[in-house]
Every structure is written in structure tokens, then in C-alpha cells.
């Protein structure tokens, strides 16, 4: 099996280059979503080490927020628990789709959190900081603390850049894209 992992900034496109290779896709983001929603353990672990915050269930994702922006720490103590949740469900899913030929790995902090093995193919999705900006401005509730935070806690974007073996210029055209897409796969299949 080959495992595909998507690195670039945040709002560079990661998810939609992962969701149009047409293998199955291991998304952390959806995986998170689905815990604050669902998972009861979870909120219980968050309301004790971070108790002033963490009141209801489902956990709403703007009580994330909230807390995150209330003191700097607090994503870090967030990440610990939902992460190791977060590797759960990956090997769940690498379980799942052992016999296909390739897997996508959408996870954000793949490389800061250790969830990559030596032989996985990096891809660097590289976009203008413009781009990133416009199509960020456009998500629902997008908060820009919020974005400066997460970006604190990421590796440098050069780094990623090196440890990859491709790059694709997200110019957010699905033509581009497509041909990018094809000409990684046809090396990888050589």
C-alpha cells in the first residue's frame, strides 16, 4: 500500500487536492468533527483538564474556539487528547483498506504529530498567500487568531517543502489540479 500524505498551509487546498485523487481518504479534520459530535469520552477528558470551558454535549465548535483563543496552552492540551483518538481511527482505517493499491492522508498536523512512517510519499501543496487568504475569507466563522495559532504550532512551510517528494501548484483551477494528480500517479506507478 502506498500512503499519500498532504502537507501544505492551512486554506492551500490540502482537502480538495486528497478528495481528487480517487483513492480512499483518511481525513483528521472530518474525524475530529465526528468526536466533538459523538463521542462522550472525549468531552469528558476535556472538561477535566480544561473544566471552565467545557460544559455541554455535543461539544460545539465554537467552545473549541472560545477556548483555544482564551489561552495559548489550551490548544495544546486539546491536541493530546484528540490526537490520540485521531490515531485510533487512522490505523482503523488503514485496517480497513489494507489491500488497496494507495491511501490519501488529509491530516493537518500530519508530520508535528508523528503519524507518518518513513516510506509514506509527501506532497506539498503550494498556493499564493493571496489565494489562501481569498478562499479562507470565505469559510464560515473563519477567525484569525484562530488561524495565527494553529500556524504556531506547525513546521516551517519550507520544511514540509523539503521532506516532499512532489509539489503541486494549487492555482484552484480542477483542470491544473487533475493533470498534477495524474502525472504523480504515473510516477509512482513506474
Do not use: C, W
Not at 490540502?14 to 468531552?43: C, H, M, Q, R
Not at 485496517?95 to 492522508?105: A, F
Not at 493571496?130 to 478562499?135: G, R, V
Request: charged content about 35%; hydrophobic content about 40%.
Amino acid at each position: 500500500m502506498i500512503r499519500i500524505g498532504i502537507l501544505g498551509d492551512i486554506g492551500s487546498g490540502k482537502t480538495y487536492i486528497a478528495n481528487n485523487f480517487g483513492y480512499p481518504v483518511f481525513s483528521a479534520d472530518k474525524e475530529v468533527a465526528k468526536l466533538y459530535k459523538k463521542n462522550k469520552t472525549i468531552f469528558k477528558k476535556l472538561r477535566k483538564i480544561l473544566p471552565q470551558y467545557f460544559h455541554t454535549f455535543p461539544i460545539e465548535k465554537v467552545t473549541v474556539v472560545k477556548t483555544i483563543l482564551s489561552k495559548p496552552n489550551n490548544l495544546k492540551k486539546i491536541i493530546k487528547i484528540i490526537h490520540y483518538e485521531i490515531r485510533k481511527k487512522l490505523n482503523i482505517f488503514l485496517k480497513k483498506n489494507k489491500d488497496r493499491k494507495i491511501v490519501i492522508l488529509d491530516i493537518p498536523l500530519l508530520l508535528e504529530n508523528r503519524l507518518n512512517k518513513k516510506n509514506d510519499v509527501l506532497i506539498y501543496v503550494a498556493s499564493k498567500k493571496t489565494d489562501i487568504l481569498k478562499n479562507l475569507k470565505k469559510r464560515p466563522n473563519f477567525n484569525n487568531k484562530l488561524f495565527k495559532r494553529f500556524r504556531e504550532i506547525q513546521l516551517p512551510l519550507e520544511f514540509k517543502k523539503k521532506k516532499s517528494s512532489f509539489i503541486i501548484k494549487n492555482n484552484f483551477t480542477k483542470k491544473k489540479i487533475k493533470k498534477e494528480i495524474k502525472n504523480i500517479l504515473k510516477d509512482l506507478n513506474k
